[in-house]
């Protein structure tokens, strides 16, 4: 096994995260609370640390102030041990007053602040993504395969191909074409995985299939400096295309779940995939499990509630509650008589004081939480929110891009922002 120093993890801060907006209002995406107790950036870093790759880079420019908060207070590593978790926010200099152009540009602009030797490999995450990968496999294969650069790919039905950058890869794994998200149907199809790797795959359908880079690379530091010494803005569009041509590019298949989480549908299934009984990523794999910030909460409380599938984190309060595949985030407060069917709620940053309770009346504000007597069907809720009593909530019969106030429909999907208000008896 490579001493954890030769590797050095980049993991990508991501865009302005506009498709998951309202959730991406007041926070990065890598920042969006996940499964309950989790943040999205919490993936990456565990696969890292879980391969015994302690040096590890996040890239951030929007909204970073959430993020660098749960960074600061999550991985902490003693003095001895070398490791750490460094954020490297974008920023203006005298030679450079331009922000992230694309991914490749991110790296570009941080490389003076990361310091690679010639035999050293760079991994290139992203952290907006839901999976478990066995990096140091990842690397041994880059190794193996004496590749320059090394992306992990996913086999995808043809169907999806054009959402993706879609990779022609030969028996000895090494990459032919590259093309990013592929729109006419006959370059697809010559796009085809081979039937040599095909029978290494576990899954044995007889669709179409594509290879979809996972936005996952290792490079050898070198070969990721000379790539980099050109004006290219993003790895998929820009440096792995022209890069075909000059180094030895290898694919490496991951067939475990994978989820690309940039839009409200796919965070939305992600997350309520978690209450099914045999879910397709699991939280519960003590061998690997998903480190976030610790934060001594009290167990839950549930006073005689109806719970079906569905999750519920520490710290909640919930009363004579009815829940049918739901996600319950931490310190989550549900009054007496509500019922809630496919509901992501994301919890509170905080408890509420009987002096703020208190206040809140006076001032005919709703607690923090769901009041009495609510309904809330295939919604997701974000922090902090305040829905008062007799409340009643659906997406359904409303047109994508409704909005009014705090709430707002997203594709057949109810968001209420962060730190929303829904007064006592609103109906949509």
Partial sequence: MRNQTDVVCIIMGGGRGTRLEPFTQVRCKPAVPLGGKYRLVDIPISNCLHAGYHQIYLLTQFNTESLHRHIQQSYRFDYFSGGFVEILSAEQTASNESWYRGTADAVRQNLIHIPLSESQTVLILSGDQLYRMDLAAFVQHHLATRADITIAAKAIPETQASSFGIMEIADDWHIRRFVEKPQDPAIIQQLHLCESLRAKMKNRSTQPYCLASMGIYAFKANVLQACLASEDHDFGKDVLPHALDRYQLCGYLFEDYWADIGTIPSFFEANLMLTDSLPAFDFYNEL????????????????????????????????????????????????????????????????????????????????????????????????????????????????NGFHQGALYIKEGILCIAKNGIVPDNTIL
Wanted: net charge positive.
């Fill in 288 to 399: 690997a499990p998903i480190f976030s910030k610790p934060r001594n909460l009290a167990a839950s409380k549930l006073n005689s509630c109806i719970v079906d599938h569905s999750i519920v984190a520490e710290g909640c309060i919930l009363t004579h509650t009815r829940l049918n595949r739901c996600v319950i985030g931490i310190r989550s407060i549900i009054r007496q008589g509500t019922q809630l069917e496919n509901v992501y709620m994301m919890g509170a940053d905080r408890y509420e004081s009987l002096e703020q309770l208190s206040q809140n009346h006076s001032n005919g504000q709703p607690n923090i939480g769901i009041g009495e007597d609510c309904y809330l069907r295939n919604a997701i809720i974000d922090r902090n929110v305040r829905i008062g009593n007799h409340v009643r909530l659906s997406p359904e019969g409303k047109p």
